[in-house]
């Protein structure tokens, strides 16, 4: 194994929860997200001997192989409308229950007008949100840095949009 190379373990130990919190952002369910984010790493394992560090990082790398699996997902189970999947968002433990309602109907909502921006504004987001710098977006979205910036800005835009209007 190359010196720049980390072992293996130490990347999935790195990358597993991001990979899984993208994953489930995009599939919906937990179940879904959970069986994904194995075959994900499944596949890393399996091509890690042909990982080159000096070509791209190993989050962008990860990244990559998460998006195609989950592309695949979709395929797979001929989803075309992410808008009709279950959300299954469990908020971070309060002790007001009425603040976890509120949190959960907030996701949710949100959630449906993620679903609802164009593909690759939604990729943008989600790849960003899950701790991507704007030049691992951009080369996992096979565009510029620039571009990448310009999708996600223009998805936070219409995000705002959206939510102003539902709210009126």
């Known amino acids: 194994m190359p010196a720049d190379r980390p072992p293996f373990e130490d990347l999935y130990r790195e990358y597993l929860g991001r990979i899984y919190a993208y994953v489930r952002a995009q ?59 279950t959300v299954e968002h469990q908020p971070a433990a309060e002790e007001d229950p009425a603040s976890q309602a509120e949190e959960r109907i907030q996701y949710r909502a949100l959630l449906v007008h993620v679903a609802g921006l164009p593909e690759r504004q939604r990729d943008a987001i989600s790849l960003r949100h899950s701790g991507l710098q704007f030049d691992e977006v951009g080369k996992l979205m096979g565009c510029s840095e ?11 835009r219409a995000l705002k949009d959206a939510v102003r209007k539902a709210e009126a």
């Open 27 to 85: 599939v919906g369910t937990s179940a879904d997200a959970e069986d994904i984010a194995a075959q994900v790493f499944m596949n890393a394992y399996q091509a890690y001997g042909r990982f080159e560090p000096r070509n791209t990082t190993p989050a962008a790398w990860l990244f990559r192989i998460a998006r195609n699996a989950t592309l695949d997902h979709f395929r797979a189970q001929g989803r075309r409308d992410r808008l009709r999947r």
């Open 146 to 156: 620039d571009a990448a910036k310009m999708l996600y800005h223009r998805a936070v």
